[in-house]
C-alpha cells in the first residue's frame, strides 16, 4: 500500500481539505497505515499534479477541499483489484526473539515482557478510538471498522503471544 492510495481511498467517496484527511487518518487509518501533515500535504501536491485529484473548493487562509477525479478512482481501482499487496514477513521484535537465547534469562522475560505491555497498551488505544469515533453507515466507516477490528484481535493476540513465550522462556530458559 501506498499513501497515495490511502489518500486516494479516502476522498473516493467525499471531498476534503487536508486537515480534514488528517482526521480521518487519524481516527481511521493511525493502526493500518499511519501518515504525519506533511505527507499528507506533500501527497496531495502530487496526486493534484499527476491529474489524480483536482481542487473542489477554496476557502479562506489557502484552505483547499479536494476530490479525486475519473483517472484517480481508475487507478484506486486497479490498486485495488490488479496489484497485489505487498506481504513481506519482516518482524523486528521476532527476529529478537529468535536470538533472545543470547541474553539471561531475567533479560529475555523482561523482553517479552515489554513486548506484552507494548501490546496491551496499543490494544487499549484502538479501544479508545474505537469508543471515540461517531461510526456511521457510510463506506469508510464500515470499512474502519473492519480494519479496526484487525488491529484489535492482532494487538491483543500479541499480547498473549508474549505473556505465553514469557511463561516459555521462564520455565525453560
Known amino acids: 500500500m ?10 473516493a467517496d467525499r471531498t476534503a481539505s487536508g486537515y480534514d484527511l488528517m482526521k ?18 506533500g501527497e496531495l501536491g502530487k496526486l493534484a499534479g499527476a491529474g489524480l485529484l483536482e481542487v473542489a473548493a477554496e ?16 487507478e484506486l481501482r486497479t490498486w485495488l483489484i490488479e496489484t497485489q499487496p505487498d506481504r ?3 518482524s ?19 523482553y517479552l515482557s515489554l513486548e506484552a505491555d507494548r501490546a496491551a497498551a496499543e490494544h487499549a488505544e484502538l479501544e479508545r478510538l474505537e469508543a471515540s469515533v461517531d461510526w456511521g453507515d457510510d463506506k469508510i ?7 479496526l477490528e484487525y488491529g484489535l ?12 513465550a514469557r ?7
Open 2 to 11: 501506498s499513501l497515495r492510495h490511502a489518500v486516494l481511498g479516502l476522498l
Open 88 to 90: 513481506t514477513r519482516r
Open 59 to 74: 476557502g479562506p487562509r489557502g484552505r483547499k477541499e479536494y476530490m479525486i477525479t475519473e483517472r484517480g478512482l481508475a
Open 167 to 173: 511463561g516459555q522462556v521462564a520455565e525453560h530458559g
Open 24 to 41: 480521518l487518518f487519524d481516527s481511521s487509518l493511525a493502526n493500518v497505515w499511519p501518515a504525519t501533515q506533511s505527507q499528507v500535504y
Open 153 to 164: 484481535r492482532l494487538t491483543a493476540m500479541q499480547q498473549e503471544w508474549a505473556e505465553w
Open 141 to 147: 466507516s464500515v470499512h474502519g471498522r473492519l480494519a
Open 92 to 110: 523486528d521484535t521476532l527476529l529478537r526473539v529468535f536470538f533472545l537465547g543470547v541474553l539471561s534469562r531475567v533479560e529475555a522475560v523482561t
